[in-house]
């Protein structure tokens, strides 16, 4: 995880797969962090 590389996969998948099913609310809450 120390690879920006490897962060932005992980942020990437979790937007495309969010564990509840919900894109909408993991990309607000992804723009929320930044």
Request: proline fraction near 9%; charge should be negative.
């Amino acid at each position: 995880m120390r690879l920006p590389t490897v962060r932005g996969l992980v942020v990437g998948r979790s937007l495309l797969y969010p564990p509840d099913g919900d894109v909408a609310a993991a990309v607000d809450a992804a723009v929320e962090l930044l």
